[in-house]
């Protein structure tokens, strides 16, 4: 009796826990290679034409499952470009977008999954201008620490504070000074 108790409890736990992440569903018409976690993955919004030089390898749909928490329109991005990268995909062309309404408070997306060469991409960065746009200043080179200066739009956001993760990792807590 107690291991059926048990079993009941563990189902509706995982129930519990499986409602509460938006719901991804992908479709893939070709499969490449999984590219790595920290790989960038371009997003085209509504407006923006996607690139001719691009591969269709497939669509994601992320949306409510019914009772969906943190599903504000980053996340819901983030777990697209997840499902891009397990494609192999490098580039996300937004094709369908709701807005929170009386119907669902979340954001849901459906998008189709591409791959495009890497100057397709990111046509305007070159080596140089790369080069052109670093500015090493050594202060003090007994310290055995790196100063890393974060700089954001004013506006509502000032006001918040977040974490800044690298990866997996949580590096600090960033908020106005």
């Known amino acids: 009796m107690k291991f059926l108790t048990l079993q009941i409890l563990v189902l ?15 479709t893939v018409s070709k499969s490449y290679p999984t590219l790595s976690f920290n790989d960038n ?27 969906t928490i943190k599903c504000n329109y980053e996340t819901v991005i983030e777990k697209a470009k997840l499902e891009a990268r397990k494609m192999g995909g490098n580039a996300l062309k937004i094709i369908n977008h709701k807005k929170p309404d009386l119907i ?7 998008a189709e999954v591409l791959v495009c060469n890497e100057t397709v991409l990111f046509p305007n960065i070159t080596a140089k201008n790369i ?10 080179s007994d310290l055995n620490y790196a100063t890393f200066h974060i700089y954001r739009l004013s ?19 960033v908020k106005n000074n």
Do not use: W
Not at 45 to 57: D, R, T, Y
Not at 104 to 110: D, K, L, P, V, Y
């Open 12 to 26: 509706v736990l995982s129930v519990i826990m499986y409602s509460c992440a938006p719901k991804v569903v992908t």
């Open 41 to 67: 993955v371009a997003v085209y919004s509504l407006q923006e034409n996607k690139p001719a030089q691009s591969e269709v390898i497939g669509v994601v749909k992320v949306s409510d499952s019914g009772f």
């Open 104 to 110: 669902s408070t979340c954001h849901r997306i459906e």
């Open 131 to 140: 080069s052109d746009s670093i500015t090493v200043q050594n202060i003090n």
């Open 155 to 173: 506006g509502m956001g000032m006001a918040v504070s977040y974490d800044l993760h690298l990866g997996d990792s949580s590096i600090c807590r």
